[in-house]
Every structure is written in structure tokens, then in C-alpha cells.
């Protein structure tokens, strides 16, 4: 987001567009496609602040960027959930490569991003910790199944037939300050 003489330029995709357009069509004062295909619409100070403007709460993945040794950013795109502003949690396996690299190194970045990895949001730097504690596990847990609903129950069932669930590691992630405010 910029700020350009009084007014603010803000990138949204194609979903964001259609909603502001409908709503916010009287407060718009242009409406230009850039190269990348994103919908740029310069919107006047005063109506700013009506705007809705999309967090990282309320994306349905994230894309989680973990570092190799050799620094190589390694992004990956998982189900989370909120408990607070700056506080997410998320699972995987735990052999899985990301749990390795984030043993290793807690740094990490996150990202709105679709179920495919691609990104629609900006970077937020990170820090990524392994949870050992039962009622944090308990927590996170309780978190993921209130957002995903049936999905995560699937999720939960189908990996206890085949018996990965006790292999799952719980990772919390906790935005930097500077990211947070």
C-alpha cells in the first residue's frame, strides 16, 4: 500500500474487486488493471477508512515460507488457524520438511495464498515453533476444526485409520511485532 498524495493505492484480486465495486462504486475514483492483472483502485482519504481491509485471519490458507541451510526460501501453503491477532497454528507431518527446517531455524514468513500456493497477500516475517505442550496441541487443534469444520474432521479421521495422526506436529506461529501492529 502507498500513499500518494492524500490518497491511498491498493492491490486487490479479482474476488476483492467485484464486492468494493458494488458497495464502494461512489467513492471510487479509478479503476485500472497493471500487467500483473491485479485491479488497482485509488480510493479518496476519507473513504479509506470504510474499507474492509483483508488479514491474515480471515484468508482460508497461508503460505508458509520456511529457510533451508543454504538460506533457499521454501514456501508451502497450509491450514491454520487464528487464536489471536499475531498468534496462528497450523499442522503437518512430522517428518515433513518444513518441520525440519523449522527445528533448525524458527525464522519463517507468511502470506495469504490460495489451496495451490499461489500468493495473494503480502509477507509477514515470522516466528515458527514446534508445540510439545498438550493443551497448546489441545488449543490449536480445537482452533483448526471450529474454521475447517467437516474438512478437518475428514482430515482427523482419515488420518487416524491410517495411523499418521500420531506422527502430526503442531507448529505455532507468532507474527513479529512490527508485522502485528
Same mark, same amino acid.
Given at each position: 500500500m502507498k500513499v500518494i498524495e492524500n490518497y491511498y493505492l491498493i492491490t486487490f484480486n479479482y474476488n476483492h474487486l467485484h464486492s468494493l465495486l458494488n458497495v464502494y462504486a461512489s467513492t471510487l475514483n479509478t479503476v485500472r488493471v497493471d500487467p500483473v492483472g491485479h485491479f488497482r483502485l485509488t480510493i479518496c482519504d476519507h473513504c479509506w477508512y470504510s474499507l474492509p481491509m483483508p488479514t491474515l485471519q480471515s484468508a482460508r490458507y497461508l503460505s508458509l515460507a520456511t529457510f533451508r541451510r543454504n538460506? *533457499?526460501?521454501? %514456501?508451502?501453503?497450509?491450514?491454520?488457524?487464528?487464536?489471536?491477532?499475531?498468534?496462528?497454528y497450523c499442522f503437518s507431518a512430522g517428518s515433513a520438511g518444513k518441520v525440519k527446517r523449522i527445528r533448525r531455524s524458527s525464522?519463517?514468513?507468511?502470506?495469504?495464498c490460495d489451496a495451490f500456493g499461489g500468493n495473494i497477500g503480502e509477507w509477514s516475517s515470522?516466528?515458527?515453533?514446534?508445540?510439545?505442550?498438550?493443551?497448546?496441541?489441545?488449543?490449536?487443534?480445537? *482452533?483448526?476444526? %471450529?474454521?475447517y469444520g467437516i474438512q478437518m474432521f475428514f482430515t482427523d479421521l482419515l488420518a487416524t485409520l491410517s495411523g499418521r495422526i500420531r506422527h502430526r506436529v503442531v507448529i505455532r506461529l507468532s507474527l513479529d511485532m512490527a508485522d502485528a501492529a
Open positions: 538460506g *533457499a526460501e521454501v %514456501r508451502t501453503p497450509v491450514w491454520f488457524a487464528a487464536t489471536s491477532d499475531s498468534t496462528f525464522q519463517a514468513q507468511l502470506a495469504k515470522c516466528q515458527a515453533f514446534l508445540v510439545t505442550n498438550p493443551d497448546e496441541n489441545k488449543l490449536a487443534y480445537e *482452533a483448526l476444526r %471450529r474454521k
